[in-house]
């Protein structure tokens, strides 16, 4: 296999290859993914490792994430700054996570933190209520919201506290077993 | 493998009382250091695993992977730098391998594209049409490895009777009955070469080698599938929790499919809010029975109509005018043409008759849709099977006595029975979807478009596998057909799918569907065939003047011959022992049985002593949140307590002790 890319130095390949589910050629696609984007921001030349951070309104508007309900959430989860705008390292650490290969317990623990909307580490009933208007687009009148969002509380909350903690969320993750493949976004 | 506690304990309360940031940083310090200390007393793959699945931002991951290669390092100074070289060009090697591996998966981008634009249970259909694709294919490999090509090499000059007209690819007769298409186009010599090849035994061994391979592989599937996919129920049985936060579909990027999946997600959960409410009205009694009643007389419709077709069909077989008119006169156009007949009305009862249940199941009122589901894949499962199985009773009990390469012609029906199903399947896609989408969205606004309804589909494909898998026996190319048909079927489907159907609407538990049809294609469908062939191979007497068990009673006899001839080589002496003293024996197959009965009992004991262990821990984890808020409410207490007497008296709140000198003062005066 020749190293005939002039992007990253063989160490830092490396390191994305040791930190993410990607193979080198597929860090080298993601890479051009990111560059795409903005082709005047980012330099062919990481090998200095430049501080280039894309602002959200590129992130979310590539076609992976633009209709999606949560990109606003998935982007802040995974940025350094909490508010959207990534680095390449946040970029391929997002779509690692989000790939095939990514294990239970990690995509448990990332899907917990998009639904934790005001980041107290508990997913409590107005999280709820907020999850639920981005996924029916208000179709349901406030009484069914509240109710839906007490159903969901009362069936997953283990230890008696009114909101999921990540191992409520987890044990609830462990019963669905179409999880893995549906929290899942292909680039 | 032990879980990186790496959890974030920041945010609880008992976390962070009474500390200042320094400790916080310290105490973060040192977690770090622990976990980097686990991480190198690892294997190196365990260990690669755990640092990409730690749950911490980018920077931190390549920071600790960084410490944990520098210890590494520090720890092997000499041979280092060459086993990390090795180890880092293996792990280099895999990577490219795997990928080169992708590249070789048929279908890859097609069905990511599917994924994408239609959801995960719409994607199994397809994922399952593809495994199919696969035991079809392995077949036809082995079968013409092993039994064509030697038969092709050493055929007797047989020259055929008939030219090829047309209709042989339709009907399989006339040009293509005496070649290696069927059973009757091979010959059981022993062809004299090197090691010489008896082509009975190859023929007897390679189709029974499929069929146990096919068992062995069907079994390991249903039971991974059972493991992932259905979980102890224990607990409360989620209805709408579930729903709501895990199986939102990340995956669908297209706009009108999200759209669409945002509309079914409101109507699913109106829908179990409504159901949670009307659990509550407890039915009276006479209601009750009227249900029962009327799901009594749908069952009823519903086998009279099955038992009504297998009989119209045996009798339409046996029909001494239709039947074996063709073999009479085997050169008359409409003789040939009528033995289409057959199939073309077995195609027509499995289109109309499951339309026939649908309308049924309309008078009766289920409880839950997913009852309404099973109850129309057992129905529809009945009337396929006792189909199937009527047409192999007339099979063996009714042809082998009045024709005589009986064999052949039951390949050849089998192949007509595929021929014509696939001709039904690429209509129903153009009358059933395409026009039905024409109708649907010009002229009558109201029925809409139409859905994709996977059930349905999944039991024609496993329907059309079982029969190939019984004419494996009687014509070992058959799986050509089967592989060119699913080809033809997949890209097919998928573009109707495209151009003319939505995703079905109740995408629930799509994971325990698929191993209920993984599980279908095991039990009625590959059982029975495996009982069917097991039947031919043991009991029948198989034709006089054609195939390669000619002039054997049955065509099991084959391995008594082959023992018989191997109980004079010493070397082989201990094969022939084994078969004779072990397989023949029944006490063998009663110890077996006995010892697998005793094994499911000890599993079954330690399930049920796992789920009592399961309610324990959930009761130990209920008590453990009240112990916690009630300490955290004594702890707080405390907290303002000291915090209210500090802002009183801060002069008096001084928390060194001091040493009273004067401590004798303090003791009583009438000492």
């Known amino acids: ?187 | 493998m032990r879980r990186m506690s790496v959890f974030p304990q920041h945010g609880t309360a008992l976390g962070n009382l009474g500390r200042t940031a320094n400790e916080i940083r310290q105490e973060a310090e040192n977690s770090k250091n622990v976990l980097v200390s686990d991480l190198v007393n690892l294997s190196a793959g365990a260990r690669f695993q755990a640092i990409r699945s730690l749950p911490m931002p980018f920077n931190e991951r390549k920071t600790v992977r960084n410490r944990v290669n520098s210890v590494k390092l520090s720890k092997t100074i000499l041979t280092a730098d060459c086993r990390q070289q090795v180890s880092r060009s293996f792990r280099r090697f895999c990577a490219s391998l795997a990928s080169a591996r992708q590249h070789l998966i048929i279908w890859q981008d097609t069905l990511k594209e599917i994924g994408s634009r239609f959801g995960t249970s719409v994607l199994s259909y397809f994922l399952f049409l593809k495994w199919l694709l696969q035991f079809n294919l392995f077949s036809l490999i082995i079968n013409f490895c092993f039994i064509t090509i030697p038969q092709i090499v050493h055929a007797p000059n047989i020259s055929s009777t008939t030219g090829f007209r047309g209709l042989e690819l339709l009907t399989g007769v006339g040009y293509f009955n005496q070649t290696v298409l069927f059973y009757g186009g091979y010959n059981g010599e022993v062809i004299v070469s090197k090691p010489a090849y008896n082509m009975q035994l190859a023929y007897f061994f390679t189709i029974a080698a499929y069929l146990v391979l096919c068992w062995v592989s069907l079994i390991y599937s249903m039971s991974r599938s059972f493991q992932k996919n259905f979980v102890l129920e224990t607990g409360p049985v989620s209805g709408g929790a579930w729903r709501l936060l895990c199986s939102w579909d990340f995956s669908v990027v297209n706009e009108k499919a999200i759209q669409y999946n945002k509309n079914n997600l409101a109507i699913q959960l109106k829908e179990s809010l409504s159901e949670r409410l009307q659990e509550k009205n407890k039915m009276s009694l006479s209601d009750r029975i009227k249900h029962l009643s009327l799901h009594l007389l749908a069952w009823l419709l519903s086998l009279g109509l099955a038992l009504g077709s297998c009989a119209g069909i045996y009798f339409l077989g046996t029909d001494p005018d239709l039947a074996f008119s063709f073999n009479h006169n085997p050169n008359d156009l409409r003789a040939e043409a009528s033995t289409l007949l057959l199939p073309v009305v077995v195609s027509l009862i499995n289109l109309i008759v499951p339309l026939l249940y649908s309308l049924i199941s309309k008078i009766e009122s289920y409880s839950n849709p997913r009852a309404k589901i099973y109850i129309s894949i057992i129905r529809n499962v009945v009337l396929k099977m006792s189909v199937l199985g009527i047409l192999c009773f007339y099979w063996l009990n009714f042809v082998p006595d009045n024709i005589s390469c009986w064999e052949t012609f039951v390949g050849q029906s089998v192949y007509r029975l595929l021929m014509i199903d696939f001709i039904f399947c690429l209509l129903g896609i153009f009358f059933g979807e395409f026009l039905r989408n024409v109708i649907g969205t010009m002229c009558i606004q109201s029925l809409g478009v139409p859905e994709f309804d996977i059930a349905r589909n999944v039991l024609d494909l496993i329907y059309a596998q079982t029969l190939a898998w019984i004419g494996i026996y009687f014509s070992p190319l058959l799986p050509v057909m089967q592989v060119l048909k699913l080809f033809i079927i997949f890209y097919l489907k998928k573009i109707s799918l495209s151009m003319n159907c939505q995703p079905p609407k109740h995408t629930g538990r799509a994971a325990q569907i698929q191993t209920v049809f993984i599980a279908l294609l095991f039990f009625p469908s590959f059982v029975g065939v495996l009982s069917m062939v097991a039947y031919t191979v043991w009991s029948l007497k198989p034709s006089d003047q054609c195939g390669p068990f000619q002039g054997l009673d049955t065509p099991f006899q084959t391995i008594f011959h082959w023992t018989d001839s191997i109980q004079n080589f010493p070397e082989s002496n201990w094969v022939w022992w084994i078969f004779e003293n072990i397989l023949r024996s029944e006490l063998f197959y009663y110890l077996i049985s006995l010892i697998v009965l005793v094994i499911t009992y000890f599993l079954w004991q330690i399930t049920q002593g796992r789920k009592q262990l399961i309610k324990t821990l959930r009761e130990q984890i209920v008590n453990e949140g009240k112990d916690k808020a009630f300490l955290l409410n004594k702890l707080q207490n405390l907290q303002k307590e000291r915090r209210e007497i500090a802002s009183y008296r801060p002069q008096d709140f001084d928390q060194t002790p001091h040493f009273n000198p004067n401590w004798t003062n303090t003791l009583p005066l009438n000492m």
């Open chain 1, 1 to 187: 296999m020749g190293n005939k890319q002039t992007i990253f130095t063989s160490q830092q390949l490396d390191a994305y290859q040791d930190c993410t589910y990607f193979t080198r050629k597929e860090i080298l696609r993601r890479f051009h993914r990111y560059r795409d984007l903005a082709p005047q921001l980012v330099p062919l030349d990481y090998k200095n490792q430049p501080e280039v951070r894309l602002p959200y309104e590129l992130i979310g508007s590539m076609p992976e994430l633009k209709d999606n309900p949560f990109r606003q959430r998935i982007a802040e989860v995974f940025s350094e700054d909490g508010e959207g705008n990534m680095t390449l390292d946040d970029f391929l650490d997002m779509f690692s996570v989000l790939s095939e290969m990514a294990p239970r317990d990690l995509k448990a623990f990332y899907a917990f933190k998009i639904y934790d909307f005001n980041n107290d580490d508990f997913i409590c009933k107005s999280d709820l209520e907020k999850t639920l208007n981005k996924l029916t687009r208000n179709e349901l009148t406030e009484d069914e919201v509240r109710m839906v969002c007490e159903k969901v509380i009362d069936e997953a909350d283990l230890d008696n506290d009114g909101r999921l903690s990540l191992e409520d969320f987890q044990n609830m993750i462990v019963r669905a077993p179409d999880f893995l493949s549906t929290f899942h976004i292909r680039i």
